[in-house]
């Protein structure tokens, strides 16, 4: 790396030990332990491959009783909801209650699971979900439950589940070394898909024999293997240097970085478009069973299993599929893989062939909501991974829920079969997507966090709320390279604003056309401090191949301002001054 390379923000200083970590191929993570390159390997691949560390084999079997609990929980509500009223909206109720959590709730989660400690975030949720699981068993038991009390307690358990469901998939990088990430979130999937697939009948039979309160007990106990798996976990929570992030301006940093950020926008993007095209198979399913095979409740339960079952075959073959062919490639195929399934649902009359489009079914939506999501993970740097999820999460949830509405409203019209066809073309065109919205290869490497080894200049007395602040860097630049620089302040310009600056600009000098001048803002001092501290080594490339264009090095190359300073300099001079305290770390 050249002198000019190693200009970064105005300073040849900077981290040699990270350094020196990054050559190895290491890293350290907020376990504590070296998370280590591709270059090596610590264990053998395979679907199971992450249940040989111990931490994730702890966690992912209670996950599995835990997801049985939500099952029981769905099932002994609506049934419960039955005995207490005969309105047909308020059954249907139910299911709303248990899901708006998800899409409320999701976003402010990741951000609280960014900015403390995830382990402890999970086990508040989690214990939340169970108290309010068995304040609901005791109510029922004394026969005091109203159809407001069950719908206001399936809320708050969701609540909890929507609290703890960002810190667990956030935490998993955590648990599992890199090469196993894609298997490991494949087995997320699975542990759902197992109790999608049994949970609902074994609810439904538990209700029969010991009635809905003994299933709300039931849940209540259920979440207490995961909860306890989370405290046998010895996480080592590395805090930051700055204090939390205020929780709007957290979640909007989150919502700017997915924005900011190709590879996660695209994500996002691409799985919204999915959810919405095939959310036909679970929306429409207890129609198809009654219009098109001419069957009852039964059938219907066989539909569901079978997506279930084929969800759970499709998650075993994640890792083997992205190391054959590109998540792009992929996608595609499961696009036209799903959209052919849902086109022979809509002409089937046929149980057995039915039954087979439905696994189909299962097996890509699974197949594609894996590995985009393996794709947000391997693209969100430690700081932001849980909005990132938690965004990813809400497009699903957004996607799945719009899409059953409008589906519902198509087939009313046309008609179910017509349904199925129509969503069928639909997710087979999401496949021509990829020419437009390409989904970035993914790679582990360029998101280890590492903030600049130098503290900018202060000679006045801030603290962390004081701003705006405006920052101005200055290049001198060879003409004749002008439009290569131009093009690499793009790339600066998406890696000012995901990190957290704004009314990003570059300026060229009218008289002297070798200069320009870079500038952005941050709301406070303290934002920019936390700018600083989320460069990430692909930052780091952005900023050394636009420092390789200056050719000179000025004293005065970066300038950081306050903006409006009132307060900033005293009346008279004898005037008392409140702010005679300077924030340690922010001496030069």
Known sequence: MTAAQARLDGSDAR?????????????????????????VVTGQGGAFAPLREGTFRRIWTASL????????????????????????????????????????????????????????????????????????????????????????????????VALYSPSWQASIPEQVSREHLPAAVALGTISYNVARSFGPALGGLIVVLYGARAVFGMTALLYLPLFFAFVMWRRRHVPSRLPPERMDRAMLGGARYALHAPAIRTAL????????STATASALAPLIARDLLHGNAATYGLLLGAQGVGAVTGALFVSRIRETISTEMAVRLFAIGTGAALAVIGFSHDLILTCAAFLLVGACNILTIAMLNVTVQLSAPRWVTARALSLFSSAITAGIGIGAWCWGQFAQQQGVAHAMLASGLAVAATALLGFILPIARDTASGTSEM??????????????RSGPVVIEVDYDVDPDQAREFY??????????????GFAWSIARDIANPSLWTERYHCPTWGDYLRL???????????????DAFNRTRPANRVRRQLERPFGSVRWKAESYDPKQETVGWMAP
């Open 15 to 39: 981290d040699k030990a990270r350094g020196r970590d990054r050559i190895k191929g290491k890293s350290v993570g907020a376990s504590g332990h070296d998370e280590t390159s591709q270059d």
């Open 65 to 160: 009783f835990s997801n049985f609990g939500q099952l029981f929980l769905g099932v002994g509500a609506a049934w419960e909801m039955t005995r207490l009223t005969s309105s047909a909206e308020m059954v249907a109720l139910v299911q709303s209650a248990m899901m708006l959590p998800l899409m409320v709730v999701t976003l402010p989660a990741g951000a609280i699971a960014d900015m403390f400690d995830r382990r402890r975030i999970a086990m508040t949720g989690l214990a939340f979900s169970a108290c309010c699981a068995a304040v609901l068993a005791t109510i029922a038991f004394l026969g005091l439950v109203t159809p407001w009390i069950l719908l206001l307690f399936c809320a708050l358990i969701g609540a909890g």
């Open 269 to 276: 993007l691409r799985v919204l478009a999915f959810g919405l």
């Open 451 to 464: 903030p600049l080894g130098h503290e900018p200049e202060v000679g006045m007395a801030l603290t962390l």
């Open 487 to 500: 093009a690499t302040m793009m790339k600066m310009q998406s890696m000012r604003k995901r990190n957290g």
């Open 532 to 546: 600083r501290d989320r460069f990430t080594e692909a930052d780091y490339e952005i900023q050394a191949a636009a």
